[in-house]
């Protein structure tokens, strides 16, 4: 019995004809028929009814037909598996990061790469708008990026960490003496932000969109280490992950953002249903389990 005799038996079941079943394989209809045949003689029974215009399935062919499926259906499954390792031992792996962060990155690339050192792993380093249309076009298989309280469309996330957004001000500031700043209060002051297409940013203009107004940039910077720097100076204040402003507290004083409160998450991200290659599935699975 052969895989192929199978496959043509299912295939003039679910079409009715001999002829439509060879299109199907793109080989004569003779030869169709005679694996059939073939087939019917291993069984020792007729499966098909080939005495109307449209071939049915006799008692026997319709016993034999689940099988018959289930059998084509392991064959590739099992196909599924090879080709998935396969596909793991000679991948490729586009990963994409936010500039700043503090995931061990390196050292999880190292774990991964250890347990697959066949896979070629390239690493962009870009802010969260950019990573998220490159996931969203299939660029990257994963990245690790920023995102509020809802994830980009099409994107599923497992989150690394979670953080109050804060304000991050000189010592002479207005702001200063405040126990809480509400949001309403930046209304018109000079703020110091990430560039657009960070996530920090998108969460900073979605929430003043949401209470009325348009936030004041008046400096922008890629590394939050110079938007503390640029606040510490007194040039405005600096809108900030809170961990970040608590390290630097020499020259600032680091005030939450209440009514609302704004909250930063750090996570990695794939496409929604997971990433679109073995390799790519195989570093989410670690990712998961770290993070479990």
Known sequence: MELRQLAYFVA???????????????VAQSG???????LEREFGETLLDRSGRTVRLTEAGEVALPHARSALAAVDRARLA???LTGLLRGRLALG????????????LADFHQA????????TEADTGPLVDALSTGQLDMALISVGSTPPDG?????????????????????????????????DRDLISLPRGTGLRSQLDEACTAAGFTPR????????VVLAQLAARGLGAAILPGEFAKTRPERLRVIPIDRPALRGRLAFAWRAGGPGNPAGRALARRIREALR
């Open 116 to 123: 697959h050192p066949a896979v070629e792993i390239t690493l």
């Open 97 to 108: 990061a936010v500039i700043s962060h503090d995931v061990d990155l390196p050292g999880l």
């Open 217 to 224: 940039i008046a400096f922008e910077a890629s590394d939050p």
């Open 155 to 187: 994107i599923e996330i497992q989150v690394v960490d979670e953080q109050p957004i804060v304000v991050a001000v000189g010592q002479t500031h207005e702001f200063a003496a405040q126990a809480a700043v509400p949001l309403a209060a930046l209304r």
């Open 82 to 84: 090879v080709d998935e």
């Open 12 to 26: 003039v079941a679910e079409e009715g004809s001999f002829t439509r079943a060879a299109e199907r394989f793109h």
């Open 32 to 38: 169709v028929s005679a694996q059939i045949r073939r």
